[in-house]
């Protein structure tokens, strides 16, 4: 698969996250959104990435964005992995059809049947704005990548200075 590129209007989608609740990417519409795909809850690698985010989350939301993570484990997991984790943003769950929001994004490992590593920062019209995706699940990417698309968002124009 390819990963969906900077330019591309980001696929919509309306996906359970917690029992009985769902979340729609429209809904973040307005706003910088952090879109996080990871392989799975509870493994060591995506426990510290989403801590991390988690931590780093008061800057993406003084820099105006918000953060949804999205994985193939069920609502269940999310809730579970959630509470652990004392995480303050959406987990989307893309459990049935498994991996269905995951493969519009180019980012499902047939193989593993799991999410790539994948970032995209999207702008406030739902443009993907940056990507990356991890050259392999084990490696975890940090924040600055995501801080710097954010930033280079909100930066002026270079007609406006």
């Known amino acids: 698969m390819t990963p969906l590129r900077a330019g591309a209007l ?3 989608f309306t996906l359970p996250s917690m029992p009985g609740e769902l979340v729609t990417l429209a809904s973040y519409r307005g706003q910088p959104l952090i879109l996080v795909f990871y392989p799975a809850d509870f493994s060591p690698d995506c426990g510290d990435q989403l801590a991390l ?4 989350l008061p800057e993406f939301e ?12 069920n609502v269940y997991s999310h809730a579970a992995f959630h ?3 004392n995480l303050h943003f959406v987990l989307g769950s893309d459990f049935n059809p498994k991996g269905a929001v995951i493969r519009r994004y180019g980012v499902y490992n047939e193989e593993t049947g799991m999410s790539e590593r994948a970032l995209f920062v ?9 990507c990356h995706v ?5 490696v975890v990417p940090g924040a600055e990548g995501i801080l710097d698309a954010l930033e280079s968002l ?5 007609g406006d200075r």
């Open 10 to 12: 980001a696929p919509d």
């Open 53 to 56: 985010y988690n931590e780093v």
């Open 62 to 73: 003084r820099l105006g964005a918000r953060l949804l993570a999205v994985s193939v484990d």
């Open 83 to 85: 509470k652990s984790r």
């Open 122 to 130: 999207l702008d406030r019209a739902g443009v993907i704005h940056w």
């Open 134 to 138: 991890s050259p392999h699940t084990s």
């Open 154 to 158: 909100v930066a002026p124009a270079p």
